[in-house]
């Protein structure tokens, strides 16, 4: 059972290239996210998307876009990176919006460093 | 608008003894709750979670959490701590309807044998 699988798993970028950070889950979730983790700052949540075709912005989305491609896979793109996006990057899937008590499931994540 | 504070950046408890780990919540509704655990370089794993109903909730690897909706609490506990317990915990939020979940900025617990 792969789950949530994230690609790459690590990533060293320069200042101003782009990039897109994979995501992919095979549990039949409607519900998909991206977060980011920085020392001390717990989890923030970047885009999430509801199901197939919508996507909403979470707390911290400026200097990225998302794409929910079908319904195992959501992509998040950096289009012109910047130190500050130096991070762990994690997606989640859960199952149907209307069920609110389901917990996330997490993929490993992707370490980002923007040089 | 929904909150999670863990006042407590580390925990160091003694292999054996009983751990707690402190959450407490803000939010205008009947709130979702959930105990996440992440180990080095992997993702969070889902631990338990508070939906209704008792106010002990019990999960994996022996863990349990206490929900005191007066104090707007949800700690973490486990009866003795294993040196294998050591690890990164959070706590989050959901307000039912919503999908954003807001997380804390996690407890290190450190078991000490």
């Known amino acids: 059972n792969a789950g949530v699988t994230q690609t790459p798993k690590f990533q060293v970028l320069k200042t101003g290239q782009s990039m897109t950070l994979q995501c992919a889950q095979d549990m039949n979730h409607n519900s998909m996210y991206w977060y980011r983790q920085d020392p001390g700052m717990g989890l923030r949540l970047i885009y999430y998307s509801a199901s197939e075709g919508t996507t909403d912005k979470g707390e911290v989305p400026n200097g990225y876009n998302v794409s929910r491609l079908n319904k195992r896979e959501f992509s998040l793109r950096l289009e012109s990176a910047a130190p500050s996006q130096t991070s762990v990057y994690f997606c989640?899937?859960?199952?149907?919006?209307?069920?609110?008590?389901?917990?996330?499931?997490f993929g490993d994540g992707t370490r980002l460093s923007i040089l | 608008a929904q909150s999670v504070a863990q006042p407590e950046d580390q925990v160091n408890v003694a292999e054996g003894n009983p751990l707690t780990v402190k959450c407490t919540y803000s939010v205008s509704g009947n709130p979702y709750l959930f105990w996440y655990v992440q180990y080095p370089n992997r993702g969070l794993q889902f631990l338990l979670k508070?939906?209704?109903?008792?106010?002990l909730v019990k999960g994996s690897y022996g863990f349990e959490a206490e929900f005191n909706k007066s104090q707007t609490s949800f700690h973490l506990k486990k009866p003795s701590a294993l040196v294998s317990d050591s690890a990164l915990y959070f706590c989050?939020?959901?307000?039912?309807?919503?999908?954003?979940?807001?997380f804390g900025t996690g407890t290190k617990l450190q078991v000490i044998p």
């Open positions: 989640a899937s859960s199952e149907a919006g209307g069920a609110d008590n389901q917990p996330q499931h």
């Open positions: 508070y939906i209704t109903g008792d106010n």
């Open positions: 989050a939020v959901r307000l039912g309807g919503y999908q954003k979940v807001t």
